[in-house]
């Protein structure tokens, strides 16, 4: 590592040091913008963005470290995980909890720690209302009014309106009268409701100024919202609608990590199969951001790092590829290799993975193919039915090539006449070739094998040959038994079960 790299190494906040997908510059470029937009219009009641992205391209590390590095600036914020809370019946509540939590211990020692108190205590009233969903629906088909007043009505508004249907109107008032006491005790606790949100706004709004006046502390106030795709659709709902009823006060700035995709769909579950879920949910977003695909490289490095896959010591990864084009030659390179060849994208790299990772762990030899085990995957995921029909042999691989591989997709390697000549000539080799290779001597014994490979060959016979070399079972001899590899399409097989 140059001198530069260390130092631009060392001037990363150890937040950020496991940045695997270049996320600090999807925050950088997000903190400019809404610390700007705040400067701009300091008196816009509150904003909320939508961070849109699919599962694994990063969103909850990109979250978490961000909110950290706000908080390294000075700024307040705060970082919310909906799912690990999705067991509570209020949503608000466990948010509100984690809010005064996080801010308590932020805001310790200053005056705007007392104006946090003050807006919690301004939500003692606040209350679960009784009549909603099914049971406003059920309201307005029985009386023929509208939401809005009904809405009216649960506000303590007047009920002095005009029914559609002029000649039962008088009828429809005094049932209103009727409705007994648990209708009114519901409409006191929607009245009771609204109160407490006026007070909690206006307690908010003071908390905001109080920051204003503190020099240790820099607006807006960040709260970080994560994982509500995860949730329960009804859970999720409501915790956006409490953020858009409750939080609407300047200064305040929410970042939403969601997959509208996901969670609109699963609105249906609620609003029925017709509904338009992610046109609903727009309503909630002030702005909506697509967090971008991450650089491919990056991504393979990510799943296999954060992958279950044992310990490279100890094991002897034949990996086909040679240090000297392919310097930092390892599994992920390979994996990459691989992908390239099936136009594999993202989604699907990480369904592979779901396959590679229980496979490899499965290995207990000491040596490992895994340009072959990789080739299977790929395939598998790809095609299952066209996996079994090739290694049945009622496909040929000639058929697999040309539908599902990229042959000019190549590795580069030195034929031993080069390396003896010095000539600094360089030689290639397609996937195609590699698979080949491995199909012609996989399910053959040991002593086949040795006996196929006594003389030198070229890559990529290089790596059936290594399998010749294992180590028949004590009491058993290199005649009666196949080779690790033969083992590697049925490990394959009972991976590929794992969704």
């Not at 609003?271 to 991504?299: C, I, T, W």
Request: with cysteine; net charge negative; glycine share 6%.
């Amino acid at each position: 590592m140059t001198s530069n790299t260390t130092e631009e190494a060392n001037s990363i906040p150890e937040f950020w040091q496991e940045d695997l997908l270049g996320r600090r510059e999807v925050a950088n470029y997000l903190s400019n913008y809404l610390q700007k937009r705040y400067q701009l219009k300091p008196d816009e009641d509150g904003f909320v963005l939508a961070l849109n992205a699919e599962w694994g391209f990063g969103k909850t590390f990109l979250m978490q470290e961000w909110a950290k590095e706000l908080q390294y600036q000075n700024f307040p914020a705060v970082y919310f995980d909906a799912w690990k809370n999705d067991f509570t019946p209020e949503p608000l509540i466990a948010f509100i909890a984690s809010m005064h939590e996080e801010l308590s211990e932020a805001f310790n020692e200053i005056p705007a720690k007392e104006k946090l108190e003050d807006a919690i205590k301004s939500l003692g009233k606040f209350v679960k209302p009784a009549i909603k969903g099914a049971s406003l629906i059920a309201l307005k088909r029985l009386l023929n009014i509208g939401f809005e007043e009904l809405e009216g009505i649960t506000r303590g508004e007047s009920s002095d309106f005009e029914y559609s249907d002029s000649e039962k109107s008088e009828d429809k008032k005094e049932l209103v009268k009727k409705l007994g006491d648990t209708l009114k005790d519901s409409l006191n606790e929607h009245k009771s409701k609204a109160q407490a949100i006026v007070a909690f706004r206006k307690k908010l709004s003071q908390l905001i100024d109080a920051l204003k006046a503190e020099s240790k502390f820099q607006l807006p106030v960040f709260f970080f919202v994560d994982e509500l795709d995860r949730c329960r659709p009804n859970y999720a709902i409501e915790l956006l609608e409490g953020i858009k009823h409750l939080f609407g006060v300047p200064g305040i700035y929410f970042v939403i990590g969601i997959n509208t995709v996901q969670l609109g769909e699963s609105t249906k579950a609620i609003y029925g199969p017709g509904f338009n879920g992610h046109r609903y949910l727009k309503r909630f977003f002030d702005q909506e951001y697509l967090l971008p695909e991450p650089d491919h490289e990056k991504f393979t490095d990510a799943l296999f790092k954060n992958s279950a896959i044992p310990e490279i010591s100890g094991k002897e990864w034949l990996t086909g590829l040679h240090a000297e084009f392919y310097p930092h030659s390892g599994l992920p390179e390979l994996f990459e290799i691989f992908a390239k060849a099936f136009g594999t994208g993202l989604r699907d790299r990480r369904r592979v993975m779901r396959i590679i990772e229980p496979a490899l762990t499965a290995i207990k030899e000491r040596t490992v193919h895994p340009c072959f085990l990789f080739f299977l995957a790929f395939l598998y995921e790809r095609d299952s039915v066209k996996f079994e029909g090739l290694l049945s042999k009622k496909i040929s691989l000639e058929d697999i090539v040309e539908f599902y591989i990229d042959t000019s997709v190549k590795i580069k390697y030195r034929t031993s006449a080069q390396m003896s000549s010095y000539s600094g000539s360089v030689s290639d080799v397609d996937i195609k070739e590699i698979v080949q290779a491995y199909l012609e001597y996989y399910d053959k014994s040991l002593a086949e094998i040795q006996k196929e490979f006594s003389k030198e060959v070229e890559f990529p016979y290089t790596l059936p040959q290594q399998l010749g070399y294992e180590n028949p079972p004590p009491g058993r001899n290199s005649h009666s038994v196949k080779t690790s590899a033969a083992g590697y399409p049925n490990l394959i097989r009972h991976s590929g079960h794992f969704l």
